[in-house]
């Protein structure tokens, strides 16, 4: 079965960190552009980083630049998301997602979503 994971959310204080895994299950993700996404409920979804698979090169929303990155770790078929310096306008619920792809997007269509994990930012 085809699954992505994710995990490491939770609550945290602003200026704390939370690292976000997102495990792959029923295919690899070598050639798969991978991104990490955040939506609330009645907002729009932003795409806040992706990483490619080609070269590893990386993409992060300008919200984001300087505190988040995102990284891969093929062998362990899993993307990850270290989160440092939060913020509460950063609680939302943050989704990973795989893209067959060389080059990531964050506009791009993506194959596979997980399930989200709720990131809240509060002190």
């Known amino acids: 079965q085809v699954q992505l994971v994710e995990s490491g959310g939770g609550l945290v204080q602003p200026g704390g960190s939370l690292r976000l895994s997102c495990a792959a299950t029923?295919?690899?993700?070598?050639?798969?552009?991978l991104g990490w996404f955040r939506q609330a409920p009645g907002k729009e979804r932003e795409g806040v980083s992706c990483i490619s698979s080609s070269d590893g090169s990386t993409y992060y929303a300008e919200s984001v630049k300087g505190r988040f990155t995102i990284s891969r770790d093929n062998a362990k078929n899993t993307l990850y998301l270290q989160m440092n310096n939060l913020k509460p306008e950063d609680t939302d619920v943050y989704y990973c997602?795989?893209?067959?792809?060389?080059?990531?997007?964050?506009?791009?269509?993506?194959?596979?979503w997980g399930q989200g994990t709720q990131v809240t930012v509060s002190s």
């Open positions: 997602a795989a893209e067959i792809a060389s080059i990531c997007l964050v506009e791009g269509v993506y194959d596979y």
């Open positions: 029923g295919f690899t993700l070598d050639d798969y552009a």
